[in-house]
């Protein structure tokens, strides 16, 4: 284990050494949800349209894998290990680039790494079939993912397992929707 969190800081501090002062502002804009209320608009739009109907289900399915993800991250993850995110370890001080914001205490694993991953892939299992193309969502995941190891608030590994926590949720939140929903359709039709 202790070879794997060596890894992981060492990935860290030569990932987050990497960066520019002009790209600077753009990636610490990217990490705020209201950068990314004009794509969950978008959305909301395209899923309402393909099928106004049973649009519903998708929102509340969305809603409760981010609601699993994040409360599983933040709620569980995070107060339970205690680890401390990069910029809040003295080790790193004056080593890493953190643009001058932090966050909370601890960073195992990331709530945007989990809420992001597993908005995507909820939607491309709900909406397989029915809109194409949503394969690119995994850009957004992965480039909002890596903000936050460009701002020195997250290793590699708690991008990786906020990650998985996000698809594992998905996949809890896609069984339930479709279970409930088929379970309540066959009732209505008796």
């Known amino acids: 284990m202790e070879t794997l969190i060596h890894w992981d800081e060492q990935l860290f501090l030569f990932l987050n050494s990497h960066h520019w002062d002009w790209f ?14 004009p794509l969950f608009g978008f959305l909301i739009f395209k899923i309402y349209k393909s099928d106004p109907k049973n649009s519903w289900w998708v929102f509340g399915g969305v809603a409760l894998t981010i ?20 910029c809040h370890d003295p080790r790193w001080d004056g080593l ?10 601890y960073g195992f ?21 029915k ?13 909002v993912s890596y903000t936050r190891i460009y701002l020195g608030v997250h290793y590699p590994l708690d991008l990786l397992v906020g990650g998985l926590v996000g698809v ?8 339930l929707i ?12 008796r």
């Not at 609601?67 to 990069?86: H, N, V």
């Not at 809109?131 to 480039?143: D, P």
């Not at 594992?168 to 069984?175: D, E, G, K, N």
């Open 24 to 37: 600077d502002p753009i990636v610490n804009q990217s990490t705020k949800t209201i950068t990314w209320v």
């Open 96 to 105: 890493i680039h953190t643009y001058e914001r932090c966050g909370g205490l």
């Open 178 to 189: 479709v279970f409930v929903k088929r379970e309540l359709v066959k009732n209505i039709l």
């Open 131 to 143: 809109l194409k193309g949503m394969g690119w969502l995994f850009l957004y995941a992965i480039f």
């Open 168 to 175: 594992l949720a998905a996949l809890i939140s896609w069984f």
């Open 109 to 129: 694993a990331s709530s945007h790494a989990a809420n992001t991953f597993g908005m995507t892939v909820f939607l491309i299992l709900k909406l397989k079939g």
């Open 67 to 86: 609601l699993l993800a994040d409360q599983t991250t933040s709620g569980l993850m995070k107060p339970y290990f205690e680890r401390l995110r990069p």
